[in-house]
C-alpha cells in the first residue's frame, strides 16, 4: 500500500474513532449534571460510579486511535 494510501486509511480510521469518542464524553457531562442537578448523596454517587464507566470507554477510545497512530508510524 502506497504511504499516502495508508495515511488516508488512518485518518478516515481517526475520524470514525474520533465520533465514537463522543458518545462517552457526553454521557459522561449528563451524568455529572444530572448528579449535580439531584444533589442527593445516592444521586451523586450513582454520577460518580456511571462517570467511572464512561471513562473507561473513553479511555479504551484513546488507546485504540494511540494503536493505530503508532502503527501507521511504524509502516
Known sequence: MEREE?????????????????????????????????GTPEELLLAVESGLVETMRIFRCIEAMRGRILQGSVE
Do not use: A, F
Not at 485518518?11 to 442537578?37: A, F, K
Open 6 to 38: 495508508i495515511r488516508d486509511s488512518l485518518l478516515r480510521d481517526l475520524e470514525r474513532e474520533l465520533h465514537d469518542l463522543c458518545q462517552p464524553v457526553s454521557t459522561l457531562q449528563c451524568l455529572l449534571e444530572y448528579g449535580q442537578m439531584c
